[in-house]
């Protein structure tokens, strides 16, 4: 399936199955906001759940917090997102239609990209088991002259953003003659700057009403608690806090479903540390989180770390882990060495102290801090978009699984009697009841179970049991595990051991060390 299409696929399938709709859609819908529905915020919350469990529940030095959206509006002027948390925008003459100016740039360089994927696909045709991929993209002339222009394409936007010259970025943009995607006209206006917080009001009269903005980064709650958290939880440097909630960003170019939305939610973690030990930290934290995605079993191919050239100017070293998203390597997840920026800055702005007093070296000092953040929407997309395949069977039907990592999928079992008669409905109905204890289970008795067996392989649920007329003779049924659609005979008390052993986050997790 061409990408483009495989995205299509991915949108109308999370429709179709209950995962995400579109917000208001009665109305219209509005753009880049979006709901989860029965299914979709069931596996949201697992894949929260996942990193909760991974960074708070297995780090004894981790604890959690969940502070506020609103916070003090001079937060924000500390942090710098009044002054600098900006988009570069440029709108085309003729379509008036408005795009992100670096977003134009790097999807010329995505279309450069997917030439260099067209060169591995044929030179893997030709040399099949032979093929050594790395040689070949070491090597291949082609494929290097693609890389260098790529590289000097991105290098060159990167320098005139972080000087702000915009008129760089639009000569860039001309140089490279970029069409309007929509009109496919060259006619752009000049770059200017977008600040992409969303302001509101705090306060029942107009006249003292507080200008507030809604946070466009969970961080900064965790900076102003830092000392709160430290002093009452009596933690001890490296310590860390983590924390999930909503984001909000007036995102330009708000597109790629719930890739880019104006309100999302990220899980972050602020890991807070001695002044000079950051590069080691930094090195722990790419590991680290590497192996919490590669955990889930989605293919160490799909990721790959882009470290940044571009550092914005509080950090000494950041880095994204990409994820192959249907349109292409994405940013999925950030590690940021933070430095003492945000503290000091808070100091500086609240006029209180934020130093940590550090018994073993008798010194106070304001700590470092190495930060850990990803979009749980994009982890959703990452999941959800990886999970679902077509497949030929032999008899020359296809069938549609999504085939979620267990751990995350929103029903673990179905539960089908295979006739609506002679007292199955009722065992199968005992069956639910027992598991619902541990499991999110369903019950469903509804058409053939060949239709129901291909309606929970779309759904993503790793197990479908089937009571049967043995079933009345010796208690057994069958369990159809949805990945290989093998079927097996087992006790009906044995079924919650054999669901645990493959749901159970332990088992997932494990596979980190
Ligand atoms: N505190 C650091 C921070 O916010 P960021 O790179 O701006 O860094 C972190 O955002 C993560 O949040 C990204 O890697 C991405 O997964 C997610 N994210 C950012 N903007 C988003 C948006 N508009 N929609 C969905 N996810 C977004």
């Given at each position: 399936m061409a990408n483009e299409d495989q995205f299509k696929k991915v949108i109308s399938h999370a429709k179709e199955y209950g995962y995400v709709f579109q917000s208001s859609e009665i109305y219209d819908g509005l753009s880049a906001v979006y709901d989860y529905a029965q299914n979709g915020a069931e596996l949201k919350k697992n894949i929260r759940d996942y990193w909760w469990k991974a960074m708070v529940q297995m780090h004894d030095n981790i604890v959690g917090i969940d502070a506020s959206i609103f916070m003090h509006p001079t937060t924000w002027k500390a942090s710098g997102h009044v002054d600098a948390f900006n988009d570069p925008l440029i709108d085309n003459k003729d379509s008036k239609k408005r795009y992100r100016a670096d977003v134009l740039v790097e999807d010329y360089c995505a279309k450069i990209e997917s030439k260099i994927e067209k060169e591995i696909k044929k030179a893997q045709k030709r040399f099949g088991d032979a093929f050594n991929k790395d040689e070949f993209v070491s090597t291949n002339p082609r494929v290097l002259g693609y890389q260098e222009q790529i590289n000097t394409i991105l290098k060159r936007l990167g320098q005139s953003l972080e000087k702000e010259d915009l008129a760089d970025v639009r000569a860039l943009i001309e140089g490279l003659e970029?069409?309007?995607?929509?009109?496919?006209?060259?006619?752009w206006t000049e770059v200017k700057q977008f600040n992409l917080m969303f302001g509101t009001k705090l306060g029942a009269s107009a006249e003292h009403a507080m200008d507030l903005y809604l946070r466009p980064e969970t961080a900064q709650g965790i900076f102003v608690n830092f000392l709160n958290v430290q002093k009452t939880g009596r933690m001890k440097i490296p310590f860390g806090i983590a924390q999930t909630g909503k984001a909000f960003r007036n995102e330009i170019v708000a597109r790629q479903f719930i890739f880019r939305m104006r309100e999302f939610e990220q899980m972050e973690m602020q890991f807070f540390i001695k002044p000079g030990t950051q590069m080691d930290w930094f090195k722990h934290w790419k590991e680290e989180r590497m192996k919490w995605h590669l955990s889930l079993g989605m293919g160490e191919d799909n990721y790959r770390f882009h470290d940044h050239e571009k550092l914005a100017h509080y950090a000494d070293a950041a880095t994204d882990i990409e994820f192959k998203f249907p349109f292409g390597f994405k940013e999925l997840e950030g590690i940021h060495s933070r430095t003492d920026f945000d503290l000091k800055q808070h100091e500086e702005f609240s006029g209180k102290k934020l130093q940590y007093f550090d018994h073993e070296d008798n010194a106070s000092y304001t700590p470092y801090v190495l930060e850990t953040s990803i979009g749980l929407d994009r982890m959703f997309l990452a999941v959800f978009a990886n999970s679902l395949v077509e497949e030929e069977l032999d008899n020359n039907t296809t069938r549609t699984v999504l085939k979620l990592p267990a751990v995350l999928a929103p029903t673990k079992a179905a539960i089908l009697p295979l006739v609506k008669k002679d007292g199955l409905p009722e065992i199968a109905q005992q069956i639910v009841d027992d598991l619902k204890w541990d499991f999110n289970v369903t019950y469903d008795e509804k058409d053939a179970v060949g239709r129901r067996y291909r309606r929970q392989d779309a759904n993503g649920t790793p197990f479908c049991i089937t009571v049967d007329h043995d079933t009345l003779e010796d208690n057994t049924v069958t369990i159809r595990h949805r990945d290989t659609m093998e079927q097996k005979r087992v006790k009906i008390e044995d079924l919650r051991d054999i669901i645990k052993a493959e749901v159970d986050v332990k088992h997932w997790l494990k596979k980190m060390q």
């Open positions: 970029i069409a309007c995607p929509l009109s496919g006209s060259r006619e």
